[in-house]
T-cell receptor
Framework: GEQVEQLPSILRVQEGSSASINCTYE??????FPWYKQEPGENPKLIID?????ERKQTQGLIVLLDKKAKRFSLHITDTQPGDSAMYFC??????????FGTGTSLLVDP | GPKVLQIPSHQIIDMGQMVTLNCDPV?????FYWYKQILGQQMEFLVN????????KSKLFKDQFSVERPDGSYFTLKIQPTALEDSAVYFC?????????????FGPGTRLTVL
């Protein structure tokens, strides 16, 4: 199978708190896991990614974790701001040739 | 970051007509993709393209769909004839070759409405 499950579908947090989104994948050949942020009417923008040779990656308030045995990966946004409000999509891919996206998480950060 | 351009941004056509969606990928990118997004849902892979050939296509890439990039110009998605269920936003993406996994950069999308 090639499904990517993403939870939660809706996430509402207070400004300054952290937000976590979790994804699981089926295709054991997947070795590339990007995260995209999409604002209404806009294109998806790559915000961070992780390859299968890593378990953790951090950049600018974003942390991604990968557990290959459990086929699970997650995005953690620390110190959320209202500007972080958007749809977030995880994706999984063998080498990035074809992205299979999760169903999306609508994040709302309350000021 | 790298910019992928798409023309037009919106297209409204009658069912049964032909439509061509145009994508101008990032200049040094080698891999090109089309994805379909229905309102409120995730992007779904349609097709990828490298070195003048389709590498892989999904079951959403119906027989009425075709892609090409003649002489390094626009990377196009043609639908002929269109059906009501083709109404969606179509995103083009492109990737460089980095010797590893391929980061995909998405264009702004073309919103296609089939009446």
């Amino acid at each position: 199978g090639e499904q990517v499950e993403q939870l939660p579908s809706i996430l509402r947090v207070q400004e300054g708190s952290s937000a976590s989104i979790n994804c699981t994948y089926e295709n054991s050949a997947s070795n590339y896991f990007p995260w995209y942020k999409q604002e209404p009417g806009e294109n998806p923008k790559l915000i961070i990614d992780i390859r299968s040779n890593m378990e953790r990656k951090q950049t600018q308030g974003l942390i991604v974790l990968l557990d290959k045995k459990a086929k699970r990966f997650s995005l953690h946004i620390t110190d959320t701001q209202p500007g972080d409000s958007a749809m977030y999509f995880c994706a999984a891919s063998p080498m990035g040739y074809k992205l299979t996206f999760g169903t999306g998480t609508s994040l709302l950060v309350d000021p | 970051g790298p910019k992928v351009l798409q023309i037009p941004s919106h297209q409204i056509i009658d069912m049964g007509q032909m439509v061509t969606l145009n994508c101008d990928p990032v200049s040094n990118h080698l891999y090109f993709y089309w994805y379909k997004q229905i309102l409120g849902q995730q992007m779904e892979f349609l097709v990828n393209f490298y070195n003048g050939k389709v590498m892989e296509k999904s079951k959403l890439f119906k027989d009425q769909f075709s892609v090409e990039r003649p002489d390094g110009s626009y990377f196009t998605l043609k639908i002929q004839p269109t059906a009501l269920e083709d109404s969606a936003v179509y995103f083009c993406a492109s990737s460089p070759w980095t010797g590893g996994a391929l980061e995909q950069y998405f264009g702004p999308g073309t919103r296609l409405t089939v009446l």
